[in-house]
Protein backbone atom coordinates (compact mmCIF):
# COMPACT_ATOMS: atom_id res chain seq x y z
CA UNK A 1 0.00 0.00 0.00
CA UNK A 2 1.32 3.61 -0.83
CA UNK A 3 2.06 6.29 1.87
CA UNK A 4 -0.27 9.14 1.94
CA UNK A 5 1.25 12.15 1.22
CA UNK A 6 3.48 13.78 1.14
CA UNK A 7 1.95 17.25 2.69
CA UNK A 8 3.36 20.13 4.52
CA UNK A 9 1.58 21.71 6.92
CA UNK A 10 2.05 25.30 5.98
CA UNK A 11 0.77 27.24 8.90
CA UNK A 12 0.97 26.06 12.80
CA UNK A 13 1.38 27.67 16.09
CA UNK A 14 3.56 24.28 18.03
CA UNK A 15 5.70 26.25 20.78
CA UNK A 16 2.28 27.02 22.12
CA UNK A 17 1.17 25.49 25.39
CA UNK A 18 -1.64 23.29 24.05
CA UNK A 19 0.99 20.83 22.44
CA UNK A 20 3.13 20.72 26.22
CA UNK A 21 1.91 17.43 27.22
CA UNK A 22 2.64 16.03 23.83
CA UNK A 23 4.13 17.47 21.42
CA UNK A 24 6.73 14.00 20.34
CA UNK A 25 3.17 12.44 19.99
CA UNK A 26 1.70 14.83 17.85
CA UNK A 27 5.32 14.96 15.08
CA UNK A 28 4.95 11.46 15.38
CA UNK A 29 1.38 11.28 14.08
CA UNK A 30 1.84 14.01 11.38
CA UNK A 31 4.71 11.49 10.06
CA UNK A 32 2.75 8.87 10.14
CA UNK A 33 0.15 10.86 8.47
CA UNK A 34 2.23 11.50 5.91
CA UNK A 35 3.52 15.10 6.76
CA UNK A 36 7.51 15.68 5.58
CA UNK A 37 7.70 19.28 6.48
CA UNK A 38 5.77 21.70 9.03
CA UNK A 39 6.05 25.73 9.71
CA UNK A 40 5.65 26.38 12.86
CA UNK A 41 4.87 30.30 13.19
CA UNK A 42 6.24 33.24 15.79
CA UNK A 43 3.59 36.06 16.68
CA UNK A 44 6.27 38.07 18.68
CA UNK A 45 10.04 37.78 19.79
CA UNK A 46 9.29 34.83 22.51
CA UNK A 47 7.60 32.66 20.34
CA UNK A 48 9.83 33.24 16.75
CA UNK A 49 12.79 32.54 19.22
CA UNK A 50 10.50 29.16 20.51
CA UNK A 51 9.65 28.40 16.69
CA UNK A 52 13.71 28.24 16.05
CA UNK A 53 14.44 26.12 19.19
CA UNK A 54 11.26 23.04 18.16
CA UNK A 55 12.62 23.56 14.50
CA UNK A 56 16.43 22.72 16.05
CA UNK A 57 14.47 19.77 17.83
CA UNK A 58 12.34 17.95 15.02
CA UNK A 59 14.18 17.60 11.57
CA UNK A 60 10.24 18.24 9.81
CA UNK A 61 9.82 21.34 11.95
CA UNK A 62 10.67 24.83 9.94
CA UNK A 63 10.17 28.26 11.64
CA UNK A 64 8.87 31.44 10.87
CA UNK A 65 9.39 34.60 12.68
CA UNK A 66 7.12 37.52 13.01
CA UNK A 67 5.32 40.11 14.60
CA UNK A 68 1.51 39.43 14.43
CA UNK A 69 -0.70 42.11 14.20
CA UNK A 70 -2.55 41.58 17.31
CA UNK A 71 1.05 41.27 19.39
CA UNK A 72 2.38 44.36 18.64
CA UNK A 73 1.08 46.70 21.21
CA UNK A 74 4.61 47.19 22.66
CA UNK A 75 6.46 46.79 19.31
CA UNK A 76 10.05 49.10 18.86
CA UNK A 77 11.76 49.30 15.75
CA UNK A 78 15.15 47.67 17.62
CA UNK A 79 12.75 44.82 17.16
CA UNK A 80 13.16 45.12 13.76
CA UNK A 81 17.39 44.69 14.57
CA UNK A 82 16.44 40.86 16.73
CA UNK A 83 14.22 40.02 14.69
CA UNK A 84 17.26 39.87 11.60
CA UNK A 85 19.57 38.14 14.11
CA UNK A 86 16.86 35.17 14.30
CA UNK A 87 16.09 34.93 10.96
CA UNK A 88 19.57 34.14 10.12
CA UNK A 89 18.83 31.14 11.49
CA UNK A 90 19.22 27.73 9.03
CA UNK A 91 16.16 27.14 9.76
CA UNK A 92 13.95 29.86 9.49
CA UNK A 93 12.23 30.08 6.00
CA UNK A 94 9.58 32.64 6.12
CA UNK A 95 9.03 35.67 8.16
CA UNK A 96 5.70 35.38 9.43
CA UNK A 97 2.97 35.46 11.03
CA UNK A 98 2.45 39.24 10.03
CA UNK A 99 -0.33 41.50 8.31
CA UNK A 100 -3.24 43.02 9.78
CA UNK A 101 -6.51 42.26 12.29
CA UNK A 102 -9.28 44.74 12.34
CA UNK A 103 -11.63 41.71 13.92
CA UNK A 104 -9.99 41.59 17.44
CA UNK A 105 -9.32 45.65 17.56
CA UNK A 106 -6.61 44.96 19.91
CA UNK A 107 -4.08 47.46 18.30
CA UNK A 108 -5.05 50.49 15.88
CA UNK A 109 -4.37 49.84 12.43
CA UNK A 110 -1.46 52.68 12.06
CA UNK A 111 0.13 50.91 14.15
CA UNK A 112 -0.20 47.65 12.59
CA UNK A 113 0.51 48.89 9.35
CA UNK A 114 3.99 50.58 10.28
CA UNK A 115 5.06 46.95 11.94
CA UNK A 116 3.61 45.28 8.66
CA UNK A 117 5.71 47.58 6.65
CA UNK A 118 9.19 47.29 8.63
CA UNK A 119 8.66 43.53 8.58
CA UNK A 120 7.71 43.43 4.48
CA UNK A 121 10.82 45.77 3.89
CA UNK A 122 13.12 42.95 5.99
CA UNK A 123 11.94 40.41 4.31
CA UNK A 124 12.49 41.76 1.11
CA UNK A 125 16.27 42.35 2.42
CA UNK A 126 16.62 39.23 3.86
CA UNK A 127 14.99 37.02 0.75
CA UNK A 128 12.45 35.04 3.13
CA UNK A 129 8.95 35.06 2.11
CA UNK A 130 6.35 36.43 3.98
CA UNK A 131 3.32 34.70 5.92
CA UNK A 132 0.59 37.11 5.76
CA UNK A 133 -2.77 37.15 8.57
CA UNK A 134 -5.35 39.46 6.98
CA UNK A 135 -9.16 39.27 9.10
CA UNK A 136 -11.73 41.84 8.36
CA UNK A 137 -8.62 43.81 6.04
CA UNK A 138 -9.08 42.90 2.65
CA UNK A 139 -8.84 46.40 0.64
CA UNK A 140 -6.12 47.56 3.07
CA UNK A 141 -3.77 44.94 3.00
CA UNK A 142 -3.92 44.56 -0.52
CA UNK A 143 -3.18 48.18 -1.23
CA UNK A 144 -0.24 47.97 1.31
CA UNK A 145 1.25 44.32 -0.34
CA UNK A 146 0.79 46.81 -3.97
CA UNK A 147 2.36 49.06 -2.82
CA UNK A 148 5.63 46.89 -1.16
CA UNK A 149 5.45 44.79 -4.29
CA UNK A 150 5.93 47.80 -7.11
CA UNK A 151 8.04 50.15 -4.78
CA UNK A 152 9.75 48.36 -2.00
CA UNK A 153 10.62 44.73 -3.41
CA UNK A 154 12.34 45.35 -6.80
CA UNK A 155 15.93 44.64 -6.86
CA UNK A 156 15.78 42.35 -3.38
CA UNK A 157 17.12 38.87 -2.87
CA UNK A 158 12.95 38.46 -2.53
CA UNK A 159 12.32 39.60 -5.46
CA UNK A 160 14.63 36.40 -7.19
CA UNK A 161 12.47 33.80 -5.70
CA UNK A 162 9.35 32.09 -7.90
CA UNK A 163 6.74 33.73 -4.85
CA UNK A 164 7.15 36.66 -2.44
CA UNK A 165 4.68 35.37 0.35
CA UNK A 166 1.74 33.48 1.00
CA UNK A 167 -2.14 34.29 2.42
CA UNK A 168 -3.03 31.99 5.41
CA UNK A 169 -5.77 31.02 5.76
CA UNK A 170 -7.52 33.21 2.76
CA UNK A 171 -10.54 34.35 3.08
CA UNK A 172 -11.10 36.96 0.59
CA UNK A 173 -13.22 36.35 -2.75
CA UNK A 174 -11.69 35.31 -6.00
CA UNK A 175 -11.09 38.90 -7.68
CA UNK A 176 -8.72 38.86 -4.48
CA UNK A 177 -7.05 36.19 -5.09
CA UNK A 178 -6.60 37.57 -8.54
CA UNK A 179 -4.87 40.16 -7.47
CA UNK A 180 -2.41 38.75 -4.94
CA UNK A 181 -1.26 36.11 -7.75
CA UNK A 182 -0.58 39.18 -9.79
CA UNK A 183 1.69 39.96 -6.64
CA UNK A 184 3.59 37.11 -6.49
CA UNK A 185 1.64 35.77 -3.76
CA UNK A 186 0.41 32.27 -3.15
CA UNK A 187 -3.16 31.30 -0.99
CA UNK A 188 -3.21 28.97 1.74
CA UNK A 189 -6.70 27.02 2.62
CA UNK A 190 -7.02 25.46 6.47
CA UNK A 191 -9.81 23.49 8.27
CA UNK A 192 -12.86 25.64 7.40
CA UNK A 193 -13.05 24.27 3.91
CA UNK A 194 -14.16 21.10 5.07
CA UNK A 195 -17.19 22.73 7.14
CA UNK A 196 -20.22 21.32 5.79
CA UNK A 197 -21.60 24.79 5.75
CA UNK A 198 -18.71 26.82 4.69
CA UNK A 199 -20.47 26.61 0.81
CA UNK A 200 -18.76 30.08 -0.28
CA UNK A 201 -15.44 28.79 0.59
CA UNK A 202 -16.21 25.65 -1.43
CA UNK A 203 -17.58 27.54 -4.48
CA UNK A 204 -14.32 29.81 -4.24
CA UNK A 205 -11.67 26.55 -3.57
CA UNK A 206 -13.23 25.41 -6.75
CA UNK A 207 -12.03 28.22 -8.70
CA UNK A 208 -8.43 29.00 -7.64
CA UNK A 209 -5.01 27.46 -9.07
CA UNK A 210 -4.18 24.38 -7.33
CA UNK A 211 -0.30 25.26 -8.35
CA UNK A 212 -0.76 28.50 -6.35
CA UNK A 213 -2.32 26.55 -3.27
CA UNK A 214 -1.07 25.54 -0.32
CA UNK A 215 -2.68 23.77 2.67
CA UNK A 216 -2.21 24.13 6.66
CA UNK A 217 -3.76 23.64 9.53
CA UNK A 218 -3.20 26.64 11.77
CA UNK A 219 -2.94 24.17 14.97
CA UNK A 220 -4.21 24.05 17.22
CA UNK A 221 -6.67 26.41 15.32
CA UNK A 222 -9.21 25.68 12.79
CA UNK A 223 -9.61 21.97 13.24
CA UNK A 224 -11.09 20.80 9.89
CA UNK A 225 -14.50 18.58 9.68
CA UNK A 226 -15.40 16.60 12.59
CA UNK A 227 -13.15 17.64 15.07
CA UNK A 228 -14.93 21.30 15.07
CA UNK A 229 -13.59 23.35 17.96
CA UNK A 230 -11.29 20.56 19.52
CA UNK A 231 -7.46 21.10 19.09
CA UNK A 232 -6.15 20.65 15.99
CA UNK A 233 -2.77 19.21 15.18
CA UNK A 234 -0.72 19.18 11.78
CA UNK A 235 -1.58 15.30 10.82
CA UNK A 236 -4.70 16.60 10.54
CA UNK A 237 -3.85 18.53 7.29
CA UNK A 238 -5.03 15.23 4.99
CA UNK A 239 -8.28 16.26 5.57
CA UNK A 240 -7.96 19.66 4.21
CA UNK A 241 -6.20 18.00 1.26
CA UNK A 242 -9.08 15.46 1.16
CA UNK A 243 -11.73 18.27 1.00
CA UNK A 244 -10.10 19.94 -1.86
CA UNK A 245 -9.31 16.56 -4.05
CA UNK A 246 -13.01 16.19 -4.16
CA UNK A 247 -13.73 19.72 -4.97
CA UNK A 248 -11.50 19.24 -7.52
CA UNK A 249 -12.06 16.11 -8.48
CA UNK A 250 -8.77 15.28 -8.26
CA UNK A 251 -6.56 12.11 -6.87
CA UNK A 252 -5.39 13.01 -3.57
CA UNK A 253 -2.05 12.28 -3.92
CA UNK A 254 -2.31 14.74 -6.77
CA UNK A 255 -3.16 17.23 -4.49
CA UNK A 256 -0.11 16.45 -2.13
CA UNK A 257 1.84 16.30 -5.01
CA UNK A 258 0.62 19.94 -6.30
CA UNK A 259 0.86 21.63 -2.79
CA UNK A 260 3.32 20.41 -1.04
CA UNK A 261 5.36 21.36 -4.63
CA UNK A 262 4.50 24.92 -4.36
CA UNK A 263 5.21 24.92 -0.43
CA UNK A 264 8.95 23.46 -0.88
CA UNK A 265 8.93 26.35 -3.82
CA UNK A 266 7.69 29.02 -1.25
CA UNK A 267 9.88 28.17 1.02
CA UNK A 268 12.61 27.15 -0.64
CA UNK A 269 12.45 23.42 1.45
CA UNK A 270 14.85 20.45 0.39
CA UNK A 271 12.82 17.49 -1.39
CA UNK A 272 12.64 14.87 1.41
CA UNK A 273 14.41 11.46 0.99
CA UNK A 274 12.06 8.31 0.59
CA UNK A 275 12.45 6.91 3.75
CA UNK A 276 10.95 9.85 6.22
CA UNK A 277 12.37 8.93 10.00
CA UNK A 278 11.44 10.28 12.97
CA UNK A 279 14.22 12.46 14.55
CA UNK A 280 14.16 13.95 17.69
CA UNK A 281 17.53 16.41 19.00
CA UNK A 282 18.01 16.86 22.55
NI1 LIG B 1 -1.62 31.54 12.68
Redesign the pocket.
Known sequence: MSSPGPFIDS?C?LDLPHFQADRDAVIQRAQQAGVEAIIT?GVDLPSSRAAIALAERYDIVWAAVGIHPNDCTDFDPAMIDELRELAAHPRVVAIG?IGLDDYWKTVPLPRQQQVLRLQLDLAAELGLPVVI?DRETHELIVEELQHWVAQRLPGTPLAQRPFVGVM?SFSGDLAMAQQVYQLGFVLSLAGPVTFKNARSLHALAKQLDPQRLLIET?APYLSPHPWRGQRNEPARVQHVAARLAELWQMPLNEVARRTTATARSLFALPVQGASPRFTVHH
Do not use: V
Request: charge should be negative.
Open positions: HHQEHHD
